[in-house]
């Protein structure tokens, strides 16, 4: 993925072009053809991990192997988004929703393995082929949250002007540590310069993130609240 500097995310990241980018609808209906298509690629080669995944996470701890959680999608719509479990069982009871940190005694070890690879984000292909999520878009985030980034950055609700994605700008040119701020630059600067060619070489930059252990890092404070594994 090639580098962009600040100064092009900060230009024009909040024109008018950002909301109507769902105005074209054949642009949308080529990137869901798009999503259908790789969408069922990715579920038939990666059908054997998730096999081995299912049988094997309930038997290293207790716990269904996958957990479901509220997020905002597109223009708001609250969803169900899927993901293989990597925390203990009821991770959150006690801490609350609380991103996890580097040694995080509540991961799991297939868990440490799940989140280093992204293998925990797989059960996601199935949120993009009900239409929920799309392969590649802002990531989805959870309710209270968002009215809280809102209160304090409003562009932040331009991010939900399309479906979240599984894996985004923002991911694969940062990490878990990267500011809010910094994400949704990104996150605009896709949803401003959006192609399927753009979508092609994020997911091709993807695998290279996989590779990447520091991109798999949690944040270090405890202060910082947001994903983790609560059922």
């Known amino acids: 993925m090639e580098n962009v500097s600040k100064e092009e995310l900060n230009t024009n990241l909040f024109s008018s072009s950002i909301i109507n980018y769902n105005k074209g609808p ?22 054997p991990i998730t096999i081995l995944l299912l049988l094997f996470i309930p038997l290293t701890s207790k716990g269904s192997p996958i957990y479901k959680q509220e997020r905002l999608g597109k223009n708001g719509k609250i969803f169900w988004i899927y993901k293989f479990r990597s925390m203990t069982q009821h991770a959150e009871k006690d801490s609350g929703p609380v991103l996890a940190l580097d040694g995080d005694p509540r991961i799991t070890f297939i868990g440490y393995l799940l989140r280093t690879t992204r293998f925990d984000e797989l059960p996601q292909l199935f949120n993009v082929i009900k239409g929920d999520m799309s392969l590649v878009g802002p990531r989805p985030e959870r309710p209270f949250f968002v009215e809280q980034y809102i209160h304090t950055i409003p562009s932040y609700a331009y991010r939900m002007s399309v479906k979240p994605g599984i894996t985004g700008y923002a991911q694969v040119n940062g990490t878990y540590r990267t ?8 996150d605009l600067y896709y949803i401003q310069h959006h192609s399927l060619w753009l979508d092609i070489k994020i997911l091709s930059s993807t695998l290279l993130v996989v590779l990447n252990r520091e991109k798999a890092k949690g944040f270090k404070s405890p202060l910082h609240r947001g994903d983790c594994n609560e059922k």
């Open 26 to 47: 054949f642009r949308v209906f080529k990137k869901r053809i798009f999503d259908l298509i790789f969408g069922f690629i990715l579920v038939i080669l990666s059908s």
């Open 179 to 186: 500011k809010v701020e910094e994400k949704l630059a990104y």
